[in-house]
């Protein structure tokens, strides 16, 4: 079985991606408290919050997902299962977050910076099922798109927010 396919030769990735995500999104935690005013008072602030934190909970949930031992059947249903609902979920709360008049573009932009975070995972889910296409490495570009926005709206939410 090639490594895309075997979870167990990517143990050191899932474990580091479960501590990144977490520990971000114990950052976002903190921003939204020391800055819960302006974040209650800003249109979209707090479901946009919410979304970021949905996304990383997704990156820890599929990183421990591969940390089990188990068949990659059972992984790959898992991982397609998770980022299905990962995927309707943080869409439907990026959706939210934009004020109702906003620009066409915008709401398509930040559908798919929601959906390069949460669809890779139910792509590698996919893949892992067929043993083609890829396998494990769409989980890769899921973890790095979580975190990199998570790590981007922690700065909105910590210092943007306060100019």
């Given at each position: 079985?090639?490594?895309?396919?075997?979870?167990?030769?990517?143990?050191?990735?899932?474990?580091?991606?479960?501590?990144?995500?977490?520990?971000?999104?114990?950052?976002?935690?903190?921003?939204?408290?020391?800055?819960?005013?302006?974040?209650?008072?800003?249109?979209?602030?707090?479901?946009?919050?919410?979304?970021?934190?949905?996304?990383?909970?997704?990156?820890?949930?599929?990183?421990?997902?591969?940390?089990?031992?188990?068949?990659?059947?059972?992984?790959?249903?898992?991982?397609?299962?998770?980022?299905?609902?990962?995927?309707?979920?943080?869409?439907?709360?990026?959706?939210?977050?934009?004020?109702?008049?906003?620009?066409?573009?915008?709401?398509?932009?930040?559908?798919?910076?929601?959906?390069?975070?949460?669809?890779?995972?139910?792509?590698?889910?996919?893949?892992?099922?067929?043993?083609?296409?890829?396998?494990?490495?769409?989980?890769?570009?899921?973890?790095?798109?979580?975190?990199?926005?998570?790590?981007t709206t922690a700065w909105v939410l910590l210092v943007e927010?306060?100019?």
């Amino acid at each position: 079985m090639s490594s895309a396919y075997d979870a167990t030769a990517w143990s050191d990735l899932f474990v580091a991606a479960a501590g990144a995500s977490a520990a971000l999104a114990g950052l976002v935690f903190v921003a939204v408290s020391i800055n819960i005013e302006e974040i209650l008072t800003g249109e979209g602030l707090p479901t946009r919050a919410l979304e970021t934190l949905v996304r990383l909970m997704g990156a820890v949930v599929v990183s421990v997902l591969g940390l089990i031992p188990q068949s990659s059947t059972a992984l790959g249903i898992e991982l397609a299962v998770e980022g299905a609902l990962s995927a309707v979920w943080t869409v439907e709360l990026a959706r939210r977050s934009l004020p109702e008049r906003t620009q066409r573009s915008w709401v398509i932009g930040r559908i798919a910076i929601s959906l390069c975070g949460t669809l890779p995972f139910l792509l590698a889910g996919l893949s892992l099922l067929g043993e083609r296409g890829g396998g494990l490495y769409w989980a890769v570009g899921g973890l790095l798109f979580a975190i990199g926005g998570g790590v981007t709206t922690a700065w909105v939410l910590l210092v943007e927010i306060r100019r």
